[in-house]
T-cell receptor, first 111, second 115 residues
């Protein structure tokens, strides 16, 4: 079945540091890949998506590239801010199956 | 676009009681999803509707759980005879129909605590 594996958190970075959160997946067919972000006390917000191999999704300085050869969709940001502190979820959807999420990675950015 | 709205935001109840949550999706979205999220985990799919039809249910959805979307707009999720293990955040999401690249938009969730 479909599954998503994310790097374990928490991740603590200083402001302006480079961020990478690893995500790999297993899926049948040709999935679409997503990153969602969850701020404290809130629901999930779509951060970015990619729908086919080699697509790059980007938003708010974050980006992720759909790598079919390595079944990966790593999230990166060149310079994090305190306001980026949140939990980040990698997810996939294949065909008409429901979204399948990773366990989430908590990011804390300190000034 | 007012977003997905869920009520109540928090619910505290005693074990054995029944609870009902409501979700109002984005108005033009014909698909509506329910997920459950426990502490330190990602959301897990429970069920989804296309218009008023309930098209899929997860094996996580025991017979104590029932969801409805009677007019194809808002949806309710009821849990009967609540148990300690039902304590979680219940998330609702909606999307347009049409392929796996349609993003799902989430509400802020209902946090259920069972005493």
């Amino acid at each position: 079945g479909n599954s998503v594996t994310q790097m374990e958190g928490p991740v603590t970075l200083s402001e302006e540091a480079f961020l990478t959160i690893n995500c790999t997946y297993t899926a049948t067919g040709y999935p679409s890949l997503f990153w969602y972000v969850q701020y404290p006390g809130e629901g999930l917000q779509l951060l970015l998506k990619a729908t086919k191999a080699d697509d790059k999704g980007s938003n708010k300085g974050f980006e992720a590239t759909y790598r079919k050869e390595t079944t990966s969709f790593h999230l990166e940001k060149g310079s994090v801010q305190v306001s980026d502190s949140a939990v980040y979820f990698c997810a996939l959807r294949s065909g008409n199956t429901p979204l399948v999420f990773g366990k989430g990675t908590r990011l804390s950015v300190i000034a | 676009d007012t977003g997905v709205s869920q009520n109540p935001r928090h619910k505290i109840t005693k074990r054995g009681q029944n609870v009902t949550f409501r979700c109002d999706p984005i108005s033009e979205h014909n698909r509506l999803y329910w997920y459950r999220q426990t502490l330190g985990q990602g959301p897990e799919f429970l069920t989804y509707f296309q218009n008023e039809a309930q098209l899929e249910k997860s094996r996580l959805l025991s017979d104590r759980f029932s969801a409805e979307r009677p007019k194809g707009s808002f949806s309710t999720l009821e849990i009967q005879r609540t148990e300690q293990g039902d304590s979680a955040m219940y998330l609702c999401a909606s999307s347009l129909e049409g392929g796996n690249n349609q993003p799902q938009h989430f509400g802020d969730g209902t946090r259920l605590s069972i005493l």
